[in-house]
């Protein structure tokens, strides 16, 4: 049997008392909250990952010339947005 723990009061869960949302853990009495705060990091890292890449919009990163210089300047802003933060992993590992 597994056990499962409430992400708002960190009751223990077993299965059949377990509510779960996005990853996310809960009690019966905690699971409006937990949905709301499970929304809230969630759009949250939405935002965040967008910032990332936002000044890249109507950039050419294609292989034209233009293209490449601007792959070239902006390597190190490519790089950082191209991985995975470690925000976001934990938060679909539902650490969060």
Known sequence: ????????CKAKLKANE????????????????????????????????????????GL??????IGKANKALLKPRIEIASKESLRLNSYERGDL
Do not use: P, W
């Not at 969630?42 to 967008?50: L, V």
């Open 60 to 65: 050419d990163l294609t292989d034209s010339a």
């Open 1 to 8: 049997m597994s056990n499962y723990t409430c992400k708002k």
């Open 18 to 57: 377990a509510y779960e949302y996005r990853g996310a853990f809960s009690c019966e009495e905690h699971f409006d909250e937990v949905i709301e705060m499970r929304d809230f990091e969630r759009n949250q890292i939405i935002n965040e990952e967008h910032n990332k890449t936002k000044s890249f919009k």
